[in-house]
């Protein structure tokens, strides 16, 4: 009889049991993790546990359960996601845009309630992220919803248990029968900074900012899309039963869990919060007075550059819930919170050109070329107005005066124009109808928002894949840059990447300055790209969608070129962490007679299209960076970051973007920024490059 069949009682003796020990001990250990900060078990002692508990339901589904870790990544896509409607409203919150604000606001809720003498304020950090409405049954999650309109969101659950700071199952012994819980979805800078670098290295358009991100991760309708992205939550409400919003001790006294405060204020709630298995923002502060909360929002105004994730303000409110119960709310806002919203730093500027740059995958991206300006400690002349739909919204033309800021601080845009300080002259922008590279008539895709150029001899896409393929995460050949590269194509002398394999010195002694040593140096440096891995070499090629990491996952899973190339769209994207837009993309890729033969020209050069064998010795290399992780900042005296990063990784480590408490050692080079500093004031060990290679030592002999 198939595993599948069998009924309850025919399962083996001893199995029932083992799933809920692995499924207990798995769900502690990320509890541990990604809540306590405190590692309990090793991540080569996770992942073990957490084959086995695979295992185990692969073989006996019908044991498998929906607070199992195994289920939060879903096996299908979703088609659609349904509209649902919250069992509790989530209110928006009235802004305060300084200090002025805050003391007015305090005026109005102590007219309504003049009779409060004692009062205290909890301060909590505004997270720049998506609302979340999580419900538990029975201490199981069930339904995980956007804020959508307040009333009605659309159900995310699927996408939603893969955020690892949501627990599928609450640490209670007897959950009451529903449980809400607020909170916001947020994209870590680290994790922002790596998707838009995936996205930039792949030609896709690059998110404006985490805010932006985290709300198109969550609406993504292949969930294994939102667990390669790496979204975290912080929690900040909590609600027992379906009807009203205040809490007290009788609703903790039914369920006897003595762990749990007096759910009297909202103090306490955040505590709570955090034994049910939550993550609660760590920098909340309990004031007892509006001067002690000027003071909160005035410090973290400066100190929220060095932060992990993005915030945007402080939400304050009244720690008592008896007090919020007896404010209660005003049409839009409840009378009792706030939140400080920070001002995002801008700058006026005047529009001097705007130009168009053809990219490597014929994407025809507008840019405004400005005055330059200081914004965000940093001069910023140039801004991407992203394609023609941004520039006919803002119908922006040369003279122009706008407003830019740095998006998520980090990306320079356009925000506005001030139309009143247009001079007459001025004329509407219009978008080239030929590529303004090699002429030929651009084309805009009915599902999309980029104008392209499709011509593969364009000059701008030959030297956009040039450089991409010699770029450092690719094949890595010292000395080819952007000044060989234009002259290279500017000749006639290299056409495809292939090319590169069949010039010579001579060759390159004709091109201007020249030299013979460096025509030498170069020749060698192209040669020496042969030995590159299948994983950079599948990276270099430039398939749209196709990043460093999609390489590598993709590379591990077909370890040759012909497996790839023959392997269906389905079967790539069954591979975990590869969706169907990738998958539908790699494979049009190889369908392209012009591409197979590319792959036989660079075959014929020698470059490596196939998985190195792993010897024997491999499995005895040591690791004693097992469970730690690093993080790197500075430039390095003698090592590449990459190469670093890859020492690291030998030795079983980890390398991060960002430092925090889970931060095992920070390794420091000159001109060390903010993060080192964040490693001296939570106390994380420093390491010198020299002393990395000490450690390293039993890896290097």
Known sequence: MDSTQLTLEQVPDGIEQRLQELRQLLQNASYAYYILDAPILEDPVYDTLY????????????????????????????????????????????????????????DRWRRVASDIADFEYVCELKIDGSSLSLTYENGVLVRGATRGDGISGEDITQNVKTIRSIPLKLNLKNPPTVVEVRGEAFLPLDSFAQINQEREQAGEALFANPRNAAAGTLRQLDSKIVAKRKLDFFAYTLHFGVEGASLGAEDIASNSDSRLPTLSNQWNVLQSLKLLGFRVNPEGALCLSLPEVVEYCDRWSIERRTLPYMTDGVVVKLN????????????????????????????????????????????????????????????????????????????????????????????????????????????????????????????????????RCINASCPAIIRGALEHWAARDAMDINGLGEKWVLQFVDTGLVQSVADLYDITVEQLMSLERMGQKSAEKLVSAIAASKQQPWSRVLYGLGIRHVGSVNAQVLTQQFTSVEALSEATVDAIASVYGIGSEIAQSVHQWFQNPANRHLIDRLQTAGIQFHSALRTSDDSRLPTPFVGKTFVITGTLPTLKRDEAEALIQQAGGKVTGSVSKKTSYVVVGEEAGSKLKKAQSLGVALLSESELLELLNPIQS
């Open 51 to 106: 084959h086995e508990l695979i295992a185990l339901e692969t073989q006996y589904p019908s044991l498998i359960t929906p607070d199992s870790p195994t289920q939060r990544v879903g096996e299908r896509p979703a088609s659609q996601f349904t509209s649902v409607r919250h069992n509790i409203p989530l209110y928006s919150l009235e802004n305060a845009f300084g200090n002025g604000d805050l003391a007015k606001w305090q």
């Open 320 to 451: 008592s819930l008896a007090v919020q119960a007896q404010l209660g709310f005003t049409q839009k806002f409840p009378r009792w919170a706030i939140a400080l919203k920070y001002p995002a730093e801008e700058a006026p500027t005047v529009v001097e050109k705007i130009s168009v740059n053809v990219g490597r995958t014929g994407a025809v991206t507008p840019l405004a070329e400005m005055r330059p300006v200081l914004l965000a400690g940093t001069t910023v002349a140039r801004a991407t107005l992203h394609n023609r739909d941004r520039i006919a919204e803002l119908d922006i033309r040369v003279g122009d005066t706008v407003i830019i800021r740095k998006a998520g601080e980090i990306i320079p845009e356009v925000v506005r124009v001030l139309y009143e300080l247009r001079p007459e002259t001025t004329e509407p922008f219009q978008m080239p109808i030929n590529c303004p590279e090699c002429s030929q008539p651009l084309v805009k895709p009915e599902k999309e928002a980029v104008t």
